[in-house]
């Protein structure tokens, strides 16, 4: 399983972005399933900002199956916080917190991001640090 956080999320669906190529790339190289959560699907829907921009490509590749979309347990909230406390001079953003938390839930170790340089910092509790594509 693969974490993806909203970024390659928009630049997958926007042919307008810089790093689409990168990313599609990449998505190609990817050989596990993808998992996200609310709050970072909901930043992406928000950077692709209209029906033709990539919003119905990115419902189509959700509801193909090609990304699962999941909740975060209420028992896993005050971990969020907690993160975002103690990463507040990132800051890290309520997506990240959500992505942090599901990945040590989960034991996932590899997020898809552009966002390097925060989860390069983020040291998740079940293992050493992330390791990131592309």
Request: glycine letters at 4%.
């Amino acid at each position: 399983m693969v974490i993806i956080d909203a970024g390659p999320l928009v630049a997958l669906f926007d042919r307008s972005e810089h790093l689409h190529r990168v990313c599609r790339a990449a998505l190609e190289e990817v050989h596990s399933p993808l998992m996200t959560t609310w709050p970072a699907l909901t930043e992406a829907f928000y950077f692709l900002k209209g029906w033709d921009v990539g919003q119905r490509e990115l419902w189509d590749f959700i509801q193909s199956g090609g990304v699962r979309v999941a909740d975060i347990p209420e028992e896993l909230h005050p971990r969020m916080r907690d993160l975002m406390a103690k990463y507040s001079d990132l800051p890290m953003d309520f997506a990240d917190a959500s992505l942090v938390v599901l990945a040590e839930d989960l034991k996932i170790r590899t997020v898809f991001t552009l966002d390097k340089k925060d989860f390069s910092q983020y040291r998740p509790r079940h293992c050493k640090h992330f390791e990131t594509i592309p």
